[in-house]
């Protein structure tokens, strides 16, 4: 296959048919998206950038439904090298119902490399390649067409230099004994996209909430189910229905009267529309879930000496095997783990083999009946 020198722009079905036949055999394929999110729940796919180990980039133009055929298949056959998958895997999922075969994350594999957690890619690319890259089109309109040169060129970068920091990274993977480890965390985002689940307590990554007693965490956590329900439903960012601190002071202390609920949804232009039904999660008495549901708990009144001891655990491993703390367990992982015994979903796997036995004996934590 000849290199490109310029990406092209695909913007037929024709064009798409064609040009996903030449890559079709070719493996792996750098993905990346560009997509709106701010007016709605799901990102609206604007643009889709591929790229071969040959170098040759397609910029395939998504909007219209005549292109999403011939792209999902693309997508949905691909081994795929991306960088901080996490939304483009939801945008590829809303927009064609597919998800790529395999995944490999580069800020996954930066993070076992020991290039720090959550690195970003124009970053991962100048200590990687030395190479630099252009940031003015992070803001762009991506769904204005027609797209301009600069926003084409900036898209093109975000595969073009995939493959080999893929190649530096697997190197560097090998040489610390972390590359099985990280392609696990890989898959496991990728199962986590294809599930598609809303939080069942997302009460619990409020700190506020922990001052509330179980009746306002359950009216709270009622609030930010139906509020991720809805959204989802009307496609409408979260925020426009209710906002954070609206649903903590509801939950918190309910209005007394229709006129002062009013009066409190205000701010919030969606929730107005939808007063009735947040008046009657407000009104709802606990159920049975709500009364043995976890609770958000204040660490600053736990036990302190067992999370520190658990925290040592953490960082005792973390040195052996040269991971970042935050990387190998997160504190919220520790609190959940003293709260109920119960192992928590996010450190199966190999996270499990490694701290289970020597977290449950530092802070004296049985296995659950």
């Not at 439904?65 to 999922?93: K, Q």
């Not at 119960?342 to 004296?364: D, F, H, I």
């Amino acid at each position: 296959m000849s290199v490109i020198p310029n990406p092209a722009l695909v913007e037929r079905p024709d064009a798409a048919r064609g040009a996903i036949e030449a890559l079709a055999a070719a493996a792996p394929l750098a993905l990346d998206t560009e997509f709106m999110r701010e007016r709605t729940y799901f990102p609206q796919l604007a643009l889709v950038q591929v790229a071969d180990v040959e170098g040759r980039i397609l910029l395939i133009d998504p909007v219209g439904a005549a292109m999403r055929a011939p792209l999902a298949a693309l997508v949905g056959a691909a081994d795929a090298l991306m960088h901080s998958a996490s939304e483009d895997l939801v945008a590829f999922r809303h927009a064609l119902g597919v998800l790529p075969r395999r995944l490999y994350d580069t800020q996954i594999a930066a993070a076992f490399a020991g290039l720090g957690p959550g690195v970003g890619y124009q970053a991962l690319v100048k200590t990687l390649l030395d190479v630099d890259l252009a940031k003015a089109e992070t803001r762009s309109d991506w769904l204005r067409r027609p797209l301009s040169d600069q926003q084409l060129s900036y898209a093109a970068d975000d595969v073009r230099h995939l493959h080999s920091a893929v190649a530096e990274l697997d190197r560097r993977l090998e040489q610390r004994g972390h590359r099985e480890r990280a392609l696990a965390d890989m898959a496991r985002m990728l199962d986590q996209a294809r599930e598609d689940r809303d939080d069942p307590q997302p009460h619990l990554a409020m700190r506020p909430a922990a001052q509330f007693d179980r009746p306002s965490q359950a009216r709270l956590r009622r609030l930010l189910r139906w509020r991720d329900r809805t959204a989802r439903e009307k496609d409408l960012p979260k925020r426009w229905l209710l906002d954070n601190d609206i649903a903590l002071s509801l939950a918190r202390r309910p209005p007394a009267s229709a006129s002062a609920l009013a009066a409190m949804l205000e701010a919030a232009r969606a929730a107005r529309r939808l007063q009735d039904a947040i008046a009657e999660l407000l009104a709802a008495p606990m159920d049975e879930d709500e009364a043995v549901m976890p609770l958000a708990v204040d660490q600053e009144r736990a036990d302190r000496s067992r999370l520190k001891a658990l925290q040592a655990v953490v960082a005792e491993r973390a040195a052996a095997l040269d991971l970042p703390e935050g990387l190998l367990c997160a504190r919220r992982h520790l609190e959940a783990l003293l709260l109920d015994g119960v192992w928590p979903t996010s450190l199966e796997g190999w996270r499990r083999e490694v701290l289970e036995a020597p977290l449950r004996k530092a802070g004296g934590i049985t296995t659950p009946a």
